[in-house]
């Protein structure tokens, strides 16, 4: 089943259709699954709107909100692909010969892929350090992440920048990044009943090569470059939070015993 709403740019919704799509279903079967998707189209552009992640925590499985700090706000693209993205493993996938498969980070999912890298192919070492750096990063690599599913872009102390933390190191010679991985902290926020997942502070760790990379390959003409994403949520125990019991101030008039007293 499929909503379709158009809506002008005042904002005022035009017209609504759905489409359904029926079948046979056998009588031994049990379980069944129905996908419903609705839809908002801008009538005069014909673009689909900016999609969310969440309302307003995130959801398990989306991709995370990312975009670029301007000095008007946030901005970020409705092509829900250009994103804060990962390389795709593909058998014998060269990072330095494109174009490379990637796929966006997705909430609460954990991930490690990468690309080959061959010695040969260092020639230039600053050239194929930026280089690779950019394959590992994606295009658009965004400045910062959403905190919630849904935060708006003009309210960009709702938005979490991109730390980026680079191993040092002690190479004499040519020094290549060997991996990028993101540590993603995220919290449960709101209700005890209904709590909302919200991303705290992301961490870009990049390692360098300490040694050279003959080294490290071991005599072999190839070495692994690897990205990967972990989400560590940091949610304090949920404590349910009870009221004190009320007391009972009684206040009886001062005859309230008479004759007795």
């Known amino acids: ?11 005022a919704v035009v017209n609504a259709s759905v489409s359904l799509v029926l079948g046979s279903v056998p009588e031994a079967a049990q379980l069944l699954d129905q996908l419903f998707q609705i839809q908002f189209i801008q009538e005069a552009g014909g673009e689909v709107a ?11 499985g989306l991709p995370l909100v990312a975009g670029k700090r301007t000095t008007d706000g946030i901005t970020r693209s409705i092509n829900p692909r250009e994103t804060l993205s990962l390389l795709t493993s593909a058998e014998n996938q060269d990072c330095l010969l494109g174009p490379h498969q990637r796929s966006p980070v997705l909430f609460g999912l954990e991930s490690t892929s990468g690309c080959t890298l061959r010695l040969d192919d260092i020639a230039n070492c600053s050239l194929v350090s930026q280089l690779l750096l950019d394959v590992l990063r994606g295009p658009n690599y965004p400045q910062d992440v959403a905190s919630f599913g849904n935060c708006s872009l003009d309210r960009s102390l709702d938005w979490v920048q991109i730390e980026t933390d680079t191993s040092s190191t002690e190479a004499q010679g040519c020094s290549i990044p060997l991996s990028l991985h993101l540590d993603i902290e995220w919290t449960k926020y709101g209700t005890l009943g209904n709590p909302q997942a919200k991303i705290v502070s992301i961490k870009e760790v990049i390692q360098i090569n300490t040694s050279s990379l003959d080294v490290l390959s071991g005599g072999s003409a190839v070495y692994p ?24 101030n009684a206040k009886l008039p001062f005859d309230f015993f008479y004759p007795f007293v």
């Open 225 to 248: 470059i690897r990205s990967s994403v972990s989400f560590i949520p940091v949610s304090a125990p949920a404590v349910p939070g009870l009221r004190a019991t009320p007391t009972f």
């Open 50 to 60: 900016v999609h969310h992640s969440g309302n307003p925590g995130y959801v398990v």
């Open 1 to 11: 089943v499929v909503y379709v709403l158009k809506y002008n740019p005042a904002g």
